[in-house]
């Protein structure tokens, strides 16, 4: 068996990012493989651990996503594959670069974080599902395998459902379905070693980027007196409604 998880490595939620000549500079970020990709490389872990077989990341990304990889590989992959691409690829162009390789490795299963976090996109799980010609289950919380058919659940809407689809098969997943390990010292020091097989991206972008930006939120700055609470409260409700519009 072989169960592969596809990562991205993304900017820190907390790493203050620029603009320069209408492009986001990453030069000063910090880089991590994508939380929500943490939990497909626990997932295939998991199955690993419980099944046998094989373990595999793939990365898609310039030549620095290889630390997200080593990341993975620190995590207990056994290891990976990097598709190259300098610059921006939208997520059809990006499966459609990923499902040869995918194809030549034969998975029983593949893993993706169900959202990316850099795109805001939720397409890549389904257009690798379609690259592949495999069915795919969305926002997946429970994976079980029985023989050749896989148990899953996913969210719904107003609840969750669980199906049975045949292996092959492409699951997007999310925070419930499992607890990512940390990467313990031995493991790093291992990760090291491990292989890490480069492929040079084939294909071409089907979207070009004429111009990025950086969404900012200003505070306001305001102190509320704390003398009577329930005045308070009331108008820090009023504030975050009217003006900071979250509520």
């Known amino acids: 068996m072989k169960f592969v998880a596809v990562i991205r490595q993304v900017p820190d939620g907390e790493s203050r990012l620029k603009v320069q000549g209408g492009r986001v500079d990453l030069s000063g970020a910090t880089l991590i493989l994508d939380q929500m990709d943490e939990y497909a490389v626990e997932e295939a872990l998991r199955l690993k651990e419980k099944h046998g077989g094989e373990a595999i990341v793939v990365g898609f990304g310039p030549e620095r996503t290889e630390e997200a990889i080593r990341t993975a ?3 207990g992959m056994d290891r ?7 610059g921006y690829a939208d997520p059809v162009a990006v499966a459609e670069a990923l499902a040869p390789v995918l194809k ?13 976090a850099d795109w805001d996109s939720q397409a890549l799980g389904a257009a690798l599902a379609e690259a592949l010609g495999v069915p795919v289950v969305a926002w997946t919380t429970a994976l079980e395998l029985e023989g050749e058919t896989a148990r899953a659940k996913h969210d719904l809407d107003e609840g969750a459902e669980w199906v049975r689809v045949p292996l092959p098969a492409v699951f997007t997943t999310q925070q419930g379905l499992n607890e990512p ?8 020091m291992r990760a ?6 480069k ?6 972008a089907k979207v070009e980027v004429l111009e990025e930006s950086i969404q900012e939120k200003a505070r306001l700055g305001k102190i509320l007196d ?22």
């Open 226 to 247: 704390g003398k009577d609470p329930v005045a308070a409260a009331e108008e820090l409700v009023r504030l975050l409604r009217e003006e900071a519009k979250v509520i």
């Open 199 to 204: 492929v040079a991206f084939q294909g071409t």
């Open 192 to 197: 090291k070693k491990k292989e890490i097989k």
């Open 73 to 75: 590989l620190a995590m």
């Open 104 to 116: 030549e490795e034969v998975p029983t299963l593949v893993l993706t974080g169900g959202q990316q």
């Open 181 to 188: 390990r940390y990467p313990t010292l031995p493991g790093i």
């Open 80 to 86: 990976g594959v990097h598709v190259v691409h300098e």
